[in-house]
């Protein structure tokens, strides 16, 4: 069974710049996660899907992030446009249950940089 | 708002010693996850613990919650190189999804 893939692993690109992060949940899981860590920081939650609908954005920082989930597949993170302190690892996690455990599975992340 | 406050922040350690890592938090747990998080990997589950005196374990790593629901420690016996990598616990904010989360301790482990 496939995990969950988020691309790119790695991205710079420029102040001003845009940035699309996708993450590919695991097969039949209706939950999805996005999660960041800024560099030196904790993980802190951005939002949460059902399907394809946002059920919790309440992490989102600010409008210069879209969060897309069409068709209740993969999902995809815009950063329109990037600043240097969206800089950070983004995860994406998913999981058949509302909650994280044992049942929840993580991508490998995504490492952003903001130049 | 609550926090959780993670100890040590880094660790290296010889091969075969033990050790314990901590998660502290300000407010009563009621929920308390552990994760482990190895360079360009994703975050692996290892262990949840929701009830005050609980323990767990899995291979050489236990985890427990202290009765007062307000600490939680990791303990690993005989480490191995394995072992090394990031270790975060993280804690059941308004739901079971909104984690908060500690900040990590990177462990090392010496051959």
């Known amino acids: 069974e496939a995990g969950v893939t988020q691309f790119p692993s790695h991205s710079v690109i420029e102040k001003g710049q845009t940035v699309t992060l996708r993450c590919d949940p695991i097969?039949?899981?209706?939950?999805l996660y996005w999660y960041r860590r800024v560099m030196g920081k904790e993980i802190k939650f951005l939002l949460h899907?059902?399907?394809?609908?946002?059920?919790?954005e309440s992490g989102m920082p600010n409008n210069r992030f879209l969060a897309e989930r069409t068709g209740g597949t993969y999902s995809t993170l815009k950063v329109q446009p990037a600043e240097l302190e969206d800089s950070g690892v983004y995860f994406c996690?998913?999981?058949?249950?509302?909650?994280?455990?044992?049942?929840?599975?993580f991508g490998q992340g995504t490492r952003l940089t903001v130049v | 708002s609550q926090e959780l406050e993670q100890s040590p922040q880094s660790l290296i350690v010889q091969e075969g010693k033990n050790l314990t890592i901590n998660c502290t938090s300000s407010k009563t747990l009621y929920g308390l996850y552990w994760y482990k998080q190895k360079y360009g990997e994703g975050l692996i589950f290892l262990m949840m613990l929701q009830k005050g005196g609980e323990e767990k374990s899995h291979e050489k790593i236990t985890a427990k919650l202290d009765e007062k629901k307000q600490q939680s420690s990791l303990h690993i016996t005989a480490s191995q190189p394995s072992h090394a990598g990031i270790y975060l616990c993280g804690a059941d904010k308004d739901s079971n999804y909104q984690l908060i989360w500690g900040a990590g301790t990177k462990l090392i482990i010496k051959p």
């Open positions: 996690a998913s999981s058949p249950r509302l909650h994280l455990g044992p049942e929840a599975f």
């Open positions: 899907f059902v399907k394809e609908s946002k059920q919790d």
């Open positions: 097969s039949g899981h209706d939950n």
